[in-house]
């Protein structure tokens, strides 16, 4: 229970804490909008700074750090300090922006435009209006939309027409009873519009308002010296002479904080009221104290100027370098695209003359090729294929001239079969050679059951196989292939009948179909004499070799250049391996 109270205790301890702290802050906000009030402008700063320096930094985001910020402003602005017043007021406008204050936004921007307006910087004194004007709410009081038209009025008749800023002014005041301070300073703005005798009616009425309203002692100088050089540029110095105890009374109560404007003002109208009293020495010595003072104003000015005038030097140094940078870029741009190009063009050409050599290579390999394999070819056609025909025409000669017996040819026809079977043989490969390298030669693609492909290539070969009584066994994984069922039938003649021709008496022939990860498999094997490693090489270098078979079997050489081909022609792998003396597997791989 102890536990929960002091909980409570402290939970309202910081509850008052903070609640004093907004007070705090609440409270000296209004003393600075009073001191604003009263035209102590020195003071109000003084304490606006302290108050600033006391703010933590995490709290500066808030309402009222942005009105202490533009009450700063504003007394900079009224002690024509006026670089020092724009600092505040966009520091007020970017403190407004960050919390979304759309009205404290508008209220930055607008004094922003009065200051402009006190430099006479047209430009930005109406861009930063329009600003504020655009981040008014929808819904604004009618004292907000009087001030807008009352700055506006003030720019029109100063920097744009004269005669709509003064028809705007005027036009404000039967509006304004409601709103004492706004009210007395359209009234001061409209003082130079009124002709001679509405001024002389309305002066002393105006004059006693601000003096009844309690304003503060900067601007009711201000009030006064509008009544009295309107009154010098009539001629009515009599009312310079009867109001200026006055005047002299207010501009010492003011001090530190009436601005050099004012007092430039006020010795000129002193001057004024002394001369036509007659008192030209006083007079004079009262025109040099406007004199030093105007001096001090074209200073301060001048200053303003500079300033302004050193920005837009920058302005226009930044501008004609980003327009050199601008123009940099694009030689850059322009100078890249032309290196692109001529890079892209060099490719090209690099490329095209790759492919040219290429392809150059590529027929001059293929040319060389059909040129090795025509000239095996008329070697086997001027000799294999001649040499036993040769011997079959010399036998029969030599039977025709009597020179062999019966029994001598019935001796000799076993050795003349085999040879003309031989040959029978190579007419059907260079066949085979030549349909798979026709220039017209295109693929026909087909399913087909493996098992009965197999079988019916078997059938051709039943014979021979069972001369040498050699076994054949099936191993079918793959049941279906998709491929040119003439050149698969081509290149497994040629290594079916490799494989029986180096088979041994008794020997067994595998075929086998399967997959092999992605890729599909059709093999040959056997387990005959194999392949010596010398000759593998030459294989598998040169796709082409003759030996005799087991029995003495003759070959042209042609049927690995037809294997070779034909996979080509297929998109399909020929691998071969072989161990001397235990048999060979021919795999064509798809």
Not at 82 to 105: F, M, N, P, T, W
Not at 564 to 576: N, S
Request: net charge neutral; aromatic share 10%; charged share 25%.
């Amino acid at each position: 229970m102890k536990v929960n109270l002091f909980f409570l205790r402290l939970l309202f301890l910081l509850f008052s804490l903070s609640l004093q702290a907004q007070l705090t802050v609440e409270k000296s906000v209004d003393s600075l909008n009073d001191l604003y009030a009263k035209g102590l402008y020195e003071e109000l700063i003084y304490f606006g700074q302290s108050s600033l320096a006391e703010w933590q930094p995490e709290d500066t985001l808030d309402k009222a750090y942005g009105r202490t910020l533009l009450n700063l402003g504003k007394a900079y602005g009224q002690l024509e300090v006026y670089s020092e017043a724009l600092h505040y007021h966009r520091r007020a406008l970017a403190v407004y922006k960050q919390i979304s204050d759309s009205l404290g936004v508008a209220h930055a921007y607008t004094y922003l435009a009065s200051v402009y307006y006190s430099t006479e910087d047209s430009a930005d004194a109406f861009e930063n209006l329009r600003w504020a004007r655009s981040y008014y709410p929808d819904s604004v009081s009618h004292t907000e939309e009087m001030r807008y038209a009352y700055i506006l009025g003030l720019l029109y008749k100063k920097f744009d027409t004269p005669e709509r800023g003064l028809e705007l002014i005027d036009s404000l005041i039967p509006h304004l009873r409601t709103n004492t301070y706004l009210y007395a300073q359209v009234n001061v703005a409209s003082i130079d519009i009124m002709d001679s005798m509405e001024f002389l009616v309305r002066y002393p009425d105006i004059l006693l308002h601000i003096e009844r309203s309690k304003f503060s002692v900067v601007y009711r100088i201000k009030a006064l010296e509008e009544v009295l050089m309107r009154a010098n540029e009539i001629g009515r110095k009599d009312i310079i002479v009867r109001y200026m105890p006055k005047l002299e009374r207010l501009m010492s109560d003011g001090g530190r904080n009436v601005s050099v404007t004012q007092k430039a003002r006020f010795y000129m109208l002193k001057a004024e009221a002394l001369a036509y009293q007659k008192n030209y020495v006083a007079a004079f010595a009262m025109m040099k104290e406007y004199t030093k003072h105007l001096a001090q104003m074209d200073s301060i000015r001048g200053a303003s100027d500079l300033k302004k005038l050193e920005t837009q030097v920058r302005l226009k140094d930044s501008e004609l370098n980003a327009q050199e940078l601008e123009l940099a870029l694009q030689d850059s741009k322009r100078q890249t695209h032309i290196l692109i190009v001529i890079i892209v063009l060099a490719g090209i050409i690099i490329f095209l003359i790759y492919r040219i050599n290429r392809n150059t290579r590529e027929r001059n390999k293929a040319i060389a090729e059909v040129a090795s394999t025509r000239g095996r070819m008329l070697s086997i056609l001027s000799h294999d294929i001649r040499t036993p025909l040769s011997q079959l025409i010399g036998t029969l000669e030599a039977f025709e001239e009597g020179d062999l017996n019966m029994a001598d040819l019935k001796e000799m026809l076993g050795p003349i079969k085999s040879a003309a079977e031989s040959t029978n043989k190579l007419l059907d490969n260079t066949v085979a050679w030549i349909n798979v390298n026709r220039a017209d030669f295109k693929l026909n693609p087909i399913s087909f059951d493996v098992q009965a492909f197999y079988e019916d290539i078997w059938t051709h070969f039943a014979g021979v196989a069972r001369n040498k009584e050699v076994s054949l066994k099936l191993d079918i994984q793959l049941k279906n292939l998709h491929a040119d069922r003439f050149l698969v039938q081509t290149t497994l003649f040629n290594l079916i009948s490799n494989a029986l021709k180096f088979s041994e008496q008794g020997g067994c022939l595998i075929l086998k179909s399967y997959q092999r990860k992605d890729r599909k498999v059709l093999e040959v094997s056997d387990n005959g004499r194999g392949i010596s490693e010398a000759n593998l090489e030459i294989i598998r270098w040169e796709m082409r070799i003759s030996t005799q078979g087991t029995h003495r079997e003759s070959g042209g050489g042609l049927g690995l250049t037809i294997v070779r081909d034909a996979c080509h022609k297929l998109d399909a792998d020929f691998e071969i391996d072989s161990i001397e003396g235990q048999g060979t597997n021919c795999r064509i791989v798809f």
